[in-house]
C-alpha cells in the first residue's frame, strides 16, 4: 500500500498532494461546520415555517465553508477514483458512485449544520441538484477520458506519429452515454438514500409522482398555499 502511493506520488506529484491538500480542507470545513451548529437556527420545518425568528440573513461566512468543503472533497473523491483506476479500472467505476454519492450527501450535512440564509425543502431540493450535477461534472473531468478510452476499442496505428486510431467511434459514444446515464442514476439514488436516512425530512429532495427521488422536480403547491 505504502508502495503504491509512494509510486503515485512520483507519477503525478501534482495531482497527488493537490489531492492530499483538498482531503485536509474538506476535514477542516467540515470540522468547522459542525462547530458552528446551532439546533434549528437557519433550517425551516417541512412545512415551511421558520425555526427561529429573523433568519432571513445571509451568512457570508457559512457560504464559504460550503464552497470550500464541496470544492475540497468532490477533487479529492474524483482523484482517488483516478488512482485506483490506474490499476484497476473496472473497480474505479463502481467505486466512484458511492463516493460520489457520498460528497453528495457530506455537501447537504454541511449545509444543514450551518446554513448560509433560510433553507426549506425546496431550497435543499435545488442543492441535491446543483451538488449532483456539479460533482458529475468534476468527475466527468477528472476521469472521463479515461474511462472513455477504456470503453473504446483500439484500432490501427499511426506510423507516422504512433499516435492509435480507434475503431467503431459511435458505437463506443453510444456505451459511453449508457454508462454515463446508469452512473448518474445510481449517484443521485445514492445521495437521496443517504439523505433520507440520517437527515430531518426538510433536507430531503422533493419527490415526483412516482414517488421517487430525481433532479430538477419543483416544489408543487399544497392545497392550501396553490388553490
Not at 17 to 44: C, D, E, H, K, T
Request: charged letters at 10%; aromatic letters at 10%; hydrophobic letters at 50%.
Amino acid at each position: 500500500m505504502i508502495e503504491s502511493v509512494v509510486s503515485e506520488l512520483k507519477r503525478s506529484p501534482i495531482a497527488s498532494i493537490s489531492g492530499l491538500v483538498a482531503v485536509l480542507i474538506a476535514a477542516v470545513s467540515l470540522f468547522l461546520a459542525n462547530s458552528r451548529y446551532m439546533p434549528g437556527v437557519g433550517v425551516q420545518s417541512a412545512t415551511g415555517d421558520l425555526a427561529s425568528q429573523g433568519q432571513e440573513e445571509f451568512v457570508l461566512a457559512n457560504a464559504l465553508l460550503a464552497i470550500a468543503f464541496y470544492i475540497a472533497a468532490s477533487l479529492s473523491a474524483a482523484f482517488a477514483t483516478r488512482m485506483v483506476a490506474r490499476r484497476f479500472e473496472f473497480a474505479a467505476l463502481f467505486l466512484s458512485v458511492p463516493l460520489a454519492s457520498l460528497v453528495n450527501f457530506m455537501f447537504i450535512v454541511v449545509l444543514f449544520l450551518s446554513p448560509p440564509r433560510s433553507l426549506g425543502q425546496e431550497l435543499f431540493s435545488r442543492a441535491h441538484d446543483l451538488v449532483f450535477y456539479g460533482t458529475s461534472s468534476v468527475f466527468l473531468m477528472v476521469c472521463g477520458l479515461a474511462v472513455l478510452r477504456s470503453i473504446a476499442s483500439p484500432g490501427t496505428e499511426n506510423k507516422k506519429d504512433g499516435s492509435m486510431s480507434y475503431d467503431n467511434a459511435m458505437g463506443s459514444l453510444v456505451w459511453a452515454i449508457i454508462v454515463l446515464l446508469v452512473w448518474s442514476s445510481a449517484v443521485f439514488k445514492g445521495q437521496a438514500l443517504l439523505t433520507e436516512t440520517f437527515l430531518p425530512s426538510v433536507t430531503h429532495p422533493i419527490q415526483n409522482s412516482g414517488g421517487a427521488a430525481m433532479p430538477n422536480q419543483p416544489l408543487q403547491p399544497t392545497a392550501e398555499g396553490g388553490g
